[in-house]
C-alpha cells in the first residue's frame, strides 16, 4: 500500500467524519452480522454515544428490496459493511442523507448520489479483501474526530481477523497494520507469533485442542478423551503440579516446540494437505486493556464470539460486548460461541467423512447443504472446508443451503492460487445471480447470493461457464 493511496483513503474517512458530527435527529445504523459487521456498528455506536446523538442499529444478511424496506425511518443513516452496490437502491427509497462505510467491491458504472458519501478502499486503489476491513474503516472515521479509545481499536482488529485479513505471513497488513502499530505504541495491544489454537494461551491445553475448528483437528477435536491422550503420548502433562490444568502460556519453549511438531505430524498423517498445516501458525493480537481471563482478551477469541452471536441470530447479545458489557451478555456471549463451536465440529465432521457432499462441474465444485446448514453459517462451513483442504482448491468452492421465502443462500470462497492467477470471484457470482432473479456479490476470493430456488441450476451452470471462461483467458 503506498502512502498516497492511504492520504486518499484518510481523506475520504476525513469527509464522512464531519458529515456524522454535522447531523442532528435520530441516526440508523444499518449492518451485516458477521464479526466484521458487528465490530463496524459497534465503533460507529461508541462514536454516537461520545457525540450525544441518538440512534438505533440494525442488523441485516445483506441490503435486497426487502430488508431494506424493513428499516426503521430516521434523520442520518450509517451503513457498515455493505451498501457499496446498492448505493441508488439506498436513495430511491430514501435512506439519505447517507455515509456507506464498505470494503466489499463496489458497483462498477454505479451512478454517483446527492447526499450519499461512499468510503470504500478498493476506490483508492487498497485491497478491501486483505488491507482493512469495514471496521478499520469505521476506526478511521473516529479517529479523525479525536475520539479515538482502546475499545474502538480493539474492535477494529477484531473486525479485520473475523474477516481472514490476518492470513498474510506477516499478520494484519495495509491499513490494518498502521491501526496496530499506533495501538502498540499508545500501549493497547501486543503481538506474537506462534501456535493459534483456540483460546491460546489462556485456555487449559485440552480444551484448546477439542475447540479448535479452523483448521479442524480431525481425531481432536470436540473429542476430549483423544486429546487427553494426545498430550500424554506427546509427553505434555495436561495437569500442573498443583492439579491445575495446564496451558500454552505454562509451557517451556521446548515443550511448546515438541507440541506443534506433534499437531504437525497428527495432520499430516490425517491427510491434511501441508498448506492447510501452516494455518495453525500466524499472529495473535492480544488485547491489553481487557481482563487476562477473558475471552475478549485475544483478537481471534474476540472475533469469533462476535462471529457466533451474529450467526446463530444473537446480535443482539454481540452488539451489547461491542458496545462495553462485559458482565451478563459476556456470559451469554461465552455459551452461544460452544454452541457455535459444536455446530461448526458437527457440520464439517460430516462433510470431511462423507465426499458425496461435494459434487464437481466442469470449472467449479459445488457443496450442498440444504436441511443440514443454517444460513448465516454457511459462510463459515465454506471457509473452513477450502482453508482446511477438504475439496479441490483448484476450483471454487460453491455452498448452497436453504434461505427464507424459498431462496437459496449462497456462499463462494476462491483459494488464494486462484485469486493470484486474476481470478476475481465477486463480479461473476454477481452477474449470475443478477440473471435468475438474484442478488450478490463479494471480494476476490469470497462472495455470497441469494437466489430464488428455480433458478438455482441456471445459477450453477452459468457461474461454472464464466468461471471456465476466465480461466481459459488466464485469469
Known amino acids: 500500500m503506498s502512502g498516497g493511496n492511504f492520504s486518499a483513503l484518510s481523506g475520504l474517512t476525513s469527509r464522512v467524519a464531519e458529515k456524522l458530527r454535522e447531523a442532528s435527529g435520530l441516526y440508523v445504523l444499518v449492518t451485516h452480522y458477521d464479526a466484521d459487521g458487528l465490530a463496524s456498528a459497534s465503533i460507529i455506536a461508541r462514536l454516537l454515544m461520545k457525540l450525544d446523538r441518538d440512534f438505533v442499529i440494525r442488523v441485516v444478511d445483506q441490503l435486497d428490496e426487502l430488508s431494506l424496506q424493513s428499516l426503521p425511518r430516521g434523520d442520518f443513516y450509517v451503513f457498515t459493511d455493505l451498501g457499496s452496490s446498492s448505493i441508488e437502491s439506498i436513495a430511491k427509497m430514501g435512506f ?44 478511521l472515521v473516529a479517529k479523525h474526530l479525536n475520539l479515538v479509545d482502546h475499545d474502538m481499536a480493539y474492535l477494529a482488529v477484531t473486525g479485520a481477523v473475523g474477516d481472514r485479513q490476518d492470513s498474510a505471513p506477516n499478520g494484519l497488513v495495509g491499513p490494518n497494520k498502521l491501526i496496530v502499530e499506533e495501538a502498540m505504541s499508545k500501549g493497547w495491544i501486543s503481538s506474537s507469533s506462534g501456535l493459534r489454537l483456540y483460546g491460546v494461551p489462556r485456555y487449559p491445553l485440552v480444551k484448546s485442542l477439542m475447540y479448535t475448528v479452523d483448521p479442524l483437528l480431525p481425531g481432536l477435536t470436540y473429542d476430549e478423551a483423544a486429546c487427553q491422550r494426545f498430550l500424554e503420548v506427546t509427553g505434555i502433562p495436561a495437569k500442573k503440579a498443583d492439579g491445575s490444568p495446564m496451558t500454552y502460556g505454562d509451557l517451556r519453549p521446548e515443550e511448546k516446540s515438541r507440541l506443534a511438531t506433534a499437531l504437525i505430524k497428527h495432520l499430516l498423517a490425517k491427510g491434511i494437505n501441508p498448506q492447510a498445516v501452516d494455518s495453525l501458525f500466524g499472529f495473535t493480537y ?43 451478555a459476556l456470559s451469554q456471549a461465552e455459551a452461544i460461541s460452544l454452541e457455535y463451536r459444536r455446530r461448526l465440529a458437527q457440520y464439517l465432521s460430516l462433510i470431511r467423512n462423507d465426499p458425496s457432499y461435494i459434487r464437481l462441474l466442469n470449472n467449479i465444485q459445488v457443496l450442498k ?23 479441490d482448491v483448484s476450483r471454487p468452492l460453491v455452498s448452497l443451503t436453504t434461505s427464507s421465502h424459498g431462496r437459496i ?28 432473479g438474484g442478488s450478490g456479490g463479494g471480494h476476490a476470493v469470497a462472495a455470497g447470493a441469494i437466489i430464488p430456488e428455480e433458478g438455482c441450476d441456471v445459477f450453477l451452470k452459468l457461474l461454472d461457464e464464466t468461471m471456465g471462461l476466465r480461466l481459459a483467458r488466464g485469469g
Request: aromatic fraction near 6%; include cysteine.
Open 409 to 436: 443462500k449462497v456462499s463462494v470462497r476462491v483459494h488464494e492460487s486462484l485469486s493470484r492467477r486474476g481470478v476475481d470471484i465477486g463480479p461473476l457470482v454477481k452477474e449470475a445471480a443478477e440473471k435468475v
Open 369 to 391: 447443504l440444504s436441511g443440514l446448514v443454517d444460513d448465516r453459517v454457511l459462510g463459515a462451513v465454506s471457509s473452513i472446508v477450502l482453508s482446511s483442504y477438504m475439496c
Open 286 to 328: 492480544e488485547f491489553l486493556f481487557e481482563a487476562e481471563s477473558s475471552p475478549l482478551r485475544y483478537a481471534h477469541e474476540y472475533a469469533q464470539l462476535l462471529n457466533a452471536c451474529g450467526r446463530l441470530k444473537r446480535h443482539g447479545v454481540g452488539l451489547a460486548i461491542g458496545l462495553g458489557d462485559r458482565e451478563r
Open 96 to 139: 439519505t442523507p447517507a455515509i456507506v462505510l464498505d470494503h466489499h467491491e463496489p458497483l462498477r458504472g454505479q451512478v454517483k448520489v446527492e447526499d450519499t458519501w461512499e468510503v470504500n478502499p478498493h476506490l483508492v486503489g487498497i485491497n478491501g479483501g486483505r488491507e482493512i476491513s469495514a471496521s478499520g474503516l469505521a476506526y
